[in-house]
Each structure stands twice: as C-alpha cells, then as structure tokens.
C-alpha cells in the first residue's frame, strides 16, 4: 500500500481575487498545482439535524461567494487537487466557524 499524499499547503502566492459581474463583487480565489482556478463560498450544510455554514470551493462564481479568507485559516490541497479551507492549527485548536462572519 502507498503511503498518503502529505497536505499540501497552496502558498499566499496563488490566492487572488476576481471581479464577478454578475454578482458585483471581488471573489476569493486559489489555483491549485494543476493551475486550476477556485473560488471560495459559504455553504449550509446539516449536520446532526442543525443547519452549519462551512467553507468550499468550487470552479465557478456562485451564491454566497466570499471576498476574502477569513482569518486563521489557511488553504491546502486535498490529494484529488480540490483546495480545502481549514483553521490554521498553529493558532489553536478552538478556532470554530462561530468565531468568523461570511459574506452573503
């Protein structure tokens, strides 16, 4: 068996931001190793039955884009080449979704 990928963190170098259109604003974005671009977007998910905002990325600029990344969290690259924020484990197991606001 292979050993895991280890996390690749997407450095600061490729985040940027996008001007949409459509939604007139600047959107997040990262390119991941493949030189693929992804735009950041708070999602409602359920999880036990209570409704959670989260962080994903997806190819295109859709409801509830975000302008920014929020503070403390940093962007790594799954092993399929997907961009995943996550809070940055050097500030501190405690960091919750709670703590930020979204966009939107």
């Not at 600047?26 to 905002?53: M, P, R």
């Not at 405690?94 to 703590?99: A, G, K, R, S, V």
Request: proline share 9%.
């Amino acid at each position: 068996m292979s050993e895991p990928k280890p996390v690749e963190i997407i450095p600061p170098e490729q985040y940027g931001k996008e001007y949409s259109e459509a939604w007139e604003m600047d959107v997040f974005c990262v390119t991941n190793s493949q030189g693929e671009k992804y735009y950041l977007h708070a999602v409602n998910i359920t999880v036990e039955g209570a409704e959670v905002t989260t962080l994903a990325f997806r190819r295109q600029i859709r409801y509830k884009a975000q302008s920014r990344l929020p503070d403390g969290y940093r962007v790594i690259e799954s092993t399929n080449g997907l961009p995943v924020a996550q809070p940055d484990p050097e500030l501190g197991p405690d960091l919750t979704f709670d703590d930020f606001e979204f966009d939107g």
